[in-house]
């Protein structure tokens, strides 16, 4: 028989629930015909080892490790780009998402009737029990309206991380996908030239079977990062937005510094200038390994040391572009204020562009 199906499961500490979802994917689909790729960011708890230690008894399965990288959708990508199956389903490895629905999923997309079949929480006869909280409720059904306000997507659950489509369409988009955060399908609908043919599910969404969402810290913000990516970020790259953004928080710790340090007494102005340059670096290098390259984050005593010297590094060579574009338009009559905007400018795109490259390489 030949393969139909790929189903990519992206894990970050799901050992205890691999096995028992292969047995439901197996049920679900029959011995046959599909391959289940498990995308793992090298979890802590040897979600990899024990993906890799069913895959050697049963070839269907595949394991991707990836070292040193972190994101649901960037995996979730990875995973479809991975298979040679016509067709790919992207679900959570935790349980919450049945795999019963697939056949009908994958027969949708096998008669053409649609591009993307996606399993939904909110149509008629699903359920999204499976939301831990009344809080996390509210807060998904707000992303859904600003999902369509914003990315124009018209659908009834645009969030949801079970969906399936032609993998053919997957690799096509993948390189104009921001790639960034939990919003796979959004990101995928968003990127689409053509409005995609969009097919919706019911889907009783569940309760995890094993272990914690990784989603509560960073969801809020990976979303409107997601949001911001596709509304204004060919005008201004998400990464710089939030490289910028982290600056300017810096400038303010820079004269929150200097303000303690005239108030505590009598001190000269030019060490205090230096103490609250270095102290705002420090910060700024601490909020982009946070925020910025999250991605990315460095982690371990000394890579974070290294890190946080190579940072300084890059911020002093934007420092001197800075002055010296500043200086050069001051020359030729600009005005003041114009002049040092323009040298902030140039001097914040030289410390991103060095910090990309040096500090929080790929
Ligand atoms: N490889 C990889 N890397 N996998 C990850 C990562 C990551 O950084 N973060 C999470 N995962 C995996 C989890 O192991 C799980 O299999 C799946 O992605 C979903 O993560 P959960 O932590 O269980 O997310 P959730 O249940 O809170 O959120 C789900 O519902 C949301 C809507 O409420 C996801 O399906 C979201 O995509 C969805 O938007
Ligand atoms: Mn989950």
Redo the contacts with the bound molecule.
């Keep these: 028989m030949t393969l139909r199906l790929a189903i990519v499961?992206?894990?970050?500490?799901?050992r205890e629930?691999i096995a028992p979802l292969l047995a439901r994917i197996e049920q679900a689909l029959g011995p046959q015909g599909w391959e289940a790729i498990v995308?793992?960011?090298a979890s802590a708890d040897g979600t990899a080892d024990e993906a890799r230690r069913i895959a050697r008894a049963d070839p269907r399965v595949r394991v991707i490790e990836?070292i040193g990288?972190?994101?649901?959708s960037s995996?979730a990508i990875e995973g479809i780009c991975a298979t040679a199956a016509p067709f790919v389903a992207v679900m959570?490895?935790?349980h919450?998402?049945d795999p019963a629905i697939l056949p009908e999923m994958l027969a949708a997309l096998e008669t053409g009737e649609c591009d993307v079949a996606v399993a939904s929480?909110y149509v008629a006869g699903a359920s999204?029990a499976?939301?831990a909280s009344a809080r996390?409720e509210r807060g998904?059904r707000l992303a859904v309206r600003l999902a369509r306000r914003l990315a124009g997507v018209d659908l009834s659950d645009p969030?949801?991380?079970?969906f399936a489509i032609r993998a053919e369409i997957g690799r096509t988009l993948a390189p104009r996908m921001s790639q960034i955060g939990?919003?796979?399908l959004l990101d995928l609908l968003a990127s689409a030239p053509e409005p995609l043919r969009v097919r919706e599910f019911p889907l009783q969404?569940a309760q995890?079977r094993s272990?914690?969402?990784?989603?509560?810290r960073a969801?809020v913000f990976d979303f409107l990062v997601g949001l911001y990516d596709k509304t204004f970020g060919r005008v201004v790259p998400t990464r710089f937005a939030l490289f910028g953004t982290v600056g300017g928080l810096g400038v303010v710790v820079h004269l929150a510094v200097l303000a303690l340090l005239f108030r505590a007494g009598d001190v000269a102005f030019v060490p205090a200038q230096a103490l609250a340059t270095f102290a705002a670096m420090t910060f700024n290098f601490w909020l982009n390994n946070w925020l910025t390259y999250r991605d990315r984050r460095l982690r371990g005593g000394r890579a974070l040391l290294r890190g946080w010297a190579g940072f300084c590094a890059a911020c002093s060579v934007g420092a001197v572009a800075n002055v010296a574009v500043a200086g050069l338009l001051k020359g030729y009559g600009l005005y003041w204020l114009l002049a040092a905007a323009a040298g902030i400018l140039v001097g914040a795109v030289w410390n991103y562009a060095l910090s990309s490259r040096f500090v929080w390489k790929r």
Excluded: C, I, W
């Design positions: 499961l992206p894990t970050l500490d799901e629930n995308v793992d960011d990836r990288r972190r994101g649901l995996a959570d490895a935790d919450q998402h929480r999204n499976g939301l996390r998904s969030m949801s991380g079970y939990f919003k796979v969404f995890r272990g914690a969402s990784k989603l509560d969801v």
